[in-house]
C-alpha cells in the first residue's frame, strides 16, 4: 500500500487529502505542520504532498530530495525564485507542481490556450477568480496557470503581458495585456473565469469548484502516480493523459 506524507496536513487541504487517501485505498505516512520536521515524514513516506505555505517549499524540497522521494506540489502563491528551486530539486527526485489539481481546470488549460492560438491578439483577455476569505495569495495558482496557457497561445512570456493591480487612474487598457482580478468572500472553493473580448462578442470559459475534494481526488491521483516516476519536473496533463 503507498504510503502518502502530507505537508500542510492540519489544513483545509490537509485533511481533505488525507479522506482521500483513505479513499483510494493508499495510506497516510503522516503529516507536517509549521514548525516540524519535513525529513523525517519524507523519510518513511513513499511520495509526499505539499500543501502547505511557500515558505516552507526549500525546506520540504530538500526533504524530499535528501530522501529521494517524489513530491507534488500543490501549494500556490509562489514566485520565480520557487519554479528555480522545483527545477533544481527535479534534477534529483520526480516533482509535480500545479496550482490546481482538478481535472477540469487542467482541461480547461488546454481550451483556453487553444482559443488564445484561434482568436486574434485585438481579443482582450481578463481573468477573474473567487475564492474564500482565508485564501492569502493572489492571483490565485489556478489563474496564473490559465494565465500562462492563454500566454502560451498568444507566443508571449506571461509577465511581460500580465496587469495584476488595477486600481484608480490606470490609463487605457495595454493592447495585448492579460488582466487578472480576484474577488475574495464566504466559502467559495475556487471559480475562473477566462474572458476573451472582441469588438461586439466574447467568450467565457470557465471552471467552477463545487468543494475542494475534487483538489484532493485530484492530488492523491497525482501523487499515485508520480510514486514511481524518475527524476523530472512533471505536470497534470501528463497524470491525466491530456
Ligand atoms: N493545487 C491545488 O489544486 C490546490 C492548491 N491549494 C493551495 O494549497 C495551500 C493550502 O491551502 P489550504 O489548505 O486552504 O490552507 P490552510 O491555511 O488551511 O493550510 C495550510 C497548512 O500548512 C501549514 N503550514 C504552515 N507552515 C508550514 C510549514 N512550514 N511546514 C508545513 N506545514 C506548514 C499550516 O499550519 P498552521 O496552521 O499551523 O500554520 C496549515 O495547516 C494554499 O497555497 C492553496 O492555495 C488549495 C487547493 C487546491
Ligand atoms: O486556496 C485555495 O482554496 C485554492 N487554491 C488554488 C489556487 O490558488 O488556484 C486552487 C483552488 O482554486 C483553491
Redesign the pocket.
Known sequence: MTQIGI??S?????QAIARAIEEAGASVAGG???G?D?SALAKTADVLVD???P??LVGNLGAAVAAGKPIVI????LGPDDHQTIDDAARHVAVLQ?????LGVTLLAALVRQAAERLGADWDIELVEMHHR??V?APS?TALLLGQAAAAGRGVDLASVSDSGRDGITGKREPGHIGFAALRGGSVAGDHMVIFAGEGERIELGHRAES?EI?AR??VKAALWLADKPAGRYRMEDVLGL
Do not use: E, Q
Not at 492540519?10 to 490537509?14: Q, S, W
Open positions: 505537508y500542510g492540519a489544513g483545509r487541504m490537509g507536517v505542520d509549521a516540524g519535513p500543501f502547505s505555505v515558505s516552507a500543490g501549494a500556490t502563491g500545479t496550482g490546481n489539481t482538478s482565508h485564501k495569495d495558482g475542494r483538489f485530484g492530488a
